[in-house]
């Protein structure tokens, strides 16, 4: 005999497996160019947000602040992670959620079985992939045969999340950011692809320096520079850190030797030569000028004294990440895609 309570479960179960097999075509957050000029400022406030709300008084337990509730979560990771780990599976509890996590020894994407089979399978038991990997055709992959959202924890080309985490961070320290100058000293990778894109969507000026063997990816910041146009921001790239950070509001760097890359360490090391941000380079910048890096941070990009001084967002943007995920998951899972 089914009780109440069983029939009640069962109805749920049917309802949410109904549900996920009409959602055909779910919305996927690949990068930032998947987000219009207003979704990306909504989904930044309302990471904003939750940042206030957990700071002053914690999450409540009810059914509308666990959107996730009886909801799994696949944490994909062909990468390891300190900040991206911790953060997705402490915002999917947060909502409600269960998060799944899966190594590089749990599953091997596109090794044992292609990413389209993954992606069919295990989009089929949960209700979203949160996914870090190796090259963007992976997480392509995985959303073209995906039936749930699809959310990018890193891929070679973009880092949405960070992206997000970045523009919480300079409007937290600056509270209006339309017309400042956002200054990018370092490698051409995926954080400097969203991070600036982001950027010149919101109206923040963008001034980039990397060394002539690491140029940017010039289609991708065809749509920067489109992006900017309509925002009324610029956009200006050069090999020179001088000339990129003068006037900025905010300096940002990164490694400049990502996982994959340690054979090329030396040679890399030789072509940074001078990329390091000290005091003496941000003495070029405005008199209340930020510093920003997504982490882990090597003492050959930045000084101590620049890193660990007052005016430093390091750790603020850090913690942000788990606000950029709550808002995330809640905006792609929760309501579909749908951002207001």
Known sequence: MINSRSFRFLTGIRSFSSSSSVMSSPRHLL???DLSPAELERVVDRAGEYRELIKSKGLSSTAENLPLLGHTVALMFSKRSTRTRVSSEVAVNYLGGHPMFLGKDDIQLGVNESLYDTGRVISSMTSCMVARVGPHSD???LAAASSVPVINALCDSYHPLQAIADMLTIKIAF??????KF?????ANNVLNDSTHACAKLGINVSIATPEMYPVD???????KASAAISGST?????????????????????????????EKQARLAQFKGFKVTSEMASEASDEWKFMHCLPRKQEEVSDEVFYSDRSLVFDEAENRLYA?????EAFVAKKGVIM
């Open 325 to 329: 995920m709550l808002a995330a998951l």
């Open 235 to 263: 956009v200006e790239i050069s090999h020179d850190p001088k000339t990129a950070v003068r006037d900025a509001d905010v300096i940002v760097t990164d490694t400049w030797v990502s996982m994959g890359q340690e054979s």
């Open 218 to 224: 010039e289609a991708h910041f065809n749509k920067v």
């Open 183 to 187: 200054a990018w000293v370092g490698d």
């Open 139 to 141: 997480i392509a992959g």
């Open 175 to 180: 509270k209006s950011v339309k017309g400042l």
């Open 31 to 33: 990068s930032i160019s």
